[in-house]
Each structure stands twice: as structure tokens, then as C-alpha cells.
């Protein structure tokens, strides 16, 4: 058999004889002029000391974000199938969820360890980022980024997680989370500035809305213009699930098409409104995802067409307009008589949108409490669509039992496929079973939701 080597990227490779690529390496040693020297000496771990030189700090804080970037593939998808902001079209492929998750919206804790392991991965680099440049006097705009790509990291362990764990440590509640959240955001507004003190502030009232701060949600939403987006890059290489955007990449039709807008509110939504946050295509030549839904069968195809939508297309980590929602809560939470004064920071934020045609959106109409709650969270649904926020949004209302109609805001998919899908998905997701076998702190059975078995169709 003739020897070979894989040349070119992983969606072009091809084979290369070994004979003839030693007559490239060659040739490439006669065309420069010298002798090449082929020899290859593998250096080792980088020791630490290295890593407190200022020519290594931009690396770290960059790492941070593209570790952050890994995270959002993997959890926006994941949550986005949970809080039924898509529905699933039974695909596999790159970033596609378990068979719970995609058939009931049900995860349990042999399913929620890549979400569990990137988030973990993200808050980890941008807390050692944080702290190296901390201890060196490093620059100020790096240590700000890294406290951010820390603070969001933990935000969202909080956010998702039925409970927490550090580093082997007991298992704590998920506030530990959002309280870590919290301190790095306010780190990084010591030294921030321009965008990044807007992208720290928001992060924070994102923070403490999770944590039942309302004065101090409210305080830092306050700050944030109307017209503010907080944007993490991606870099857009394709077939690399790690560095683009993976919610894209699942639905690309290149080959997968893993979930669509079919059967859930925004379908309709968008239709109506032309509202442009909310917008979906269908695609020339594929009518139907790639696979089938087990129990319904070849599911319409659509797929979002403004957010997630290229191989570079920017995760959203907040807005000015979620910002205006957060002080219209904070009223809700706080003061419910002032309800009138809720709606009109919910309708001054939608209306600041103008739909496809050109014309503001219309704003809602409500005449009680619980209308302006419907409202709120509806709007919420709207602006926060595929920043994996949603999954959030309704474990906390459940939870605090607010005023309006909480299970209203999920698409009953019964109907479909009678006996199918779970009445109520799981709100949280549980510490995996890989963390609970690896940790001497958690003993079998400890954690919320560890163990569950889906047959009697409880959730996490």
C-alpha cells in the first residue's frame, strides 16, 4: 500500500503519496536557498512565567472569547430546542442535541455535559486571563474583555444550571454562579470603557435580574442607550463547529438542517409583523429537514434569516432594547400598580423597531397586570430570540409564580404527534453524570435532577 498524508482543511481534505510530498519539502529547501533542517522538537506545556509577558496577554484574552464563542455554540442551540424558540427536524450533525432533547424538550444529566464542560472551559480561561493580567499591571482593555467573556460565562452556567460546582468543589446553587457573574462584571467597569463599560453594565443587569436584584438591574439598564448591541465575533470558518456560528452552520442546508421556525410562535409572528428580529426563509430545492422526527416524520423546513445567520454571524450577548425590558420588569416586580408605566417602556422599545417595509412595529395593548406580563414576557421572547436567554426567562417566572400566563409562552406541539412531546420541558439543565462520577464532593444522587429517568416525564 502506498503511504499518504491528509492535506488542506477538514472540508477539503485529500491524499497526498508520502513520496511525493518529501519532493515538496524538498523542493521547498532548494527554492529558499538553504538546507531544511526537518527535525521537530516538541517544547512541552508552556510554563506559566511565560504567560505573565505582555506579548502573551493578547492571546489569553483572545482564547477567552473564542472559548466563549464555543460555549454560546453549544448552549444557544441546546436551549433553544428546550425553550421551543425552534422546533426540531430529527437531524444529526455538528452541535446536534441528544434524542431527548430534540424529541421532548427533556435533558437529564447524560446529556447536559457539552453545554456543562464549554461553559466551564469559557469561565475558567477568562477568569485565569483576569487574573494574570491582574497580577501583572496588564492592559487595562484586555483585563476589562476578560472580566466580560468571565462574567458572561458564569452568567450563563447560572442561567442554565439547576446547580453549580467548582473546580471539585461541593455542589452549590445556581445563584453561586450568577453572584460570580456579578463580581466580574463590576471588575471589569473599574477599568472599562466606551463599548466595553456598556457591554459590562449589561451583562451585570443581566446578572441581577437572575438574581433578584431589581433596584440594581434597573440601575445599570438605565445606562445603556436604546440603540446598543453587545456583539461576540465569531470567526467564521467553515466546518470548524468550534469558531463559527454553530446555530447557523446546523441549518445551512451544507448539509444539515437541523432545526425550523415551523410550529412555533415566531412563525406566525413574522408573518403578520414583518418584524425583522424575528425573520425566517424557507430554502429553494429542501422543503423538508435533512432527517426525520421520529413519531411525526419529514418536518417543513424554514430557518432564521437576521440572527445566526452566517458562517460569521456575531452572538448577541445583549441589547439596549433587552435593557428598556429590564426596568420594565424591575416596575412589574417591585411596584405592580404601576403596571401603565411598564407598558409604556415595553411599547417605547418595540416601536423603536421598524419592520420590513419600513414602519415602527405596533405596540401591545394591555389593560391589567397580568396583560402587561403577557406582553412583557412576549416582547422578551421577541427581542432575546436565539441568544440562549429564554430558557432562563421561564424557569425564573415559573419559579417566582408572576402574574399572566407563564405556560402560555411555550408552543404546545401535542398535538403533532399525540403523546410525543413533554407538556412542560425541563427548566434547568443538571449537573452531568461525567461531573458527578470525577467529583469526590458529590455524592450518587445528590444533585437536582441527577438520575432522572424520562419515562415518567419529569424534566430536569
Known sequence: MQESIDSGTAGSRHRIPLARYRMYVALGCVVVGAGCDLTVTNPGPVQDRF???????PALVHGAGKALVQAMNSVVLTSAYLSREVFPTG???PGSPGGQILQRA????????GEWNALHTA?????????ILEETDGDAALLTRANIY?????KMLGEHFCEVTYDGGGIEPAEAALERAEAQFTAALETATGELRLQALAGRAQARVLLQNWAGA???AEQVPLDFEGLLPTDGIVGSAGVQNNVWMVVAAVPYRGHTTRFTFFEEYYTQTRDPRVAWETVPGFPVGNTQLQGYGPVPFARQSSKNNAPNAPYRLASGREMQLIRAEAILQQNPASWSDALA????????????DGAPLEGWSASSLDETWDALMRERGIEVWLEGKRMGDLRRWKELNVPGDVDAQLPQWDHLSPGFFATEPSRCMPIPRSEQLT??????GECEGCGVQFGSGQGG
Open 91 to 93: 437531524t444529526i450533525g
Open 106 to 113: 427533556l435533558i437529564d444529566d447524560n446529556e447536559s455535559g
Open 150 to 154: 468571565a462574567g458572561f460565562a458564569n
Open 439 to 444: 467529583n469526590p464532593n458529590i455524592t450518587e
Open 123 to 131: 469561565r475558567y480561561v477568562g477568569e485565569h486571563a483576569a487574573e
Open 51 to 57: 504567560l505573565a509577558e505582555p506579548a502573551s496577554h
Open 218 to 220: 434597573a440601575a445599570d
Open 345 to 356: 417602556l415595553i411599547n417605547g422599545a418595540r416601536t423603536s423597531v421598524r419592520n420590513e
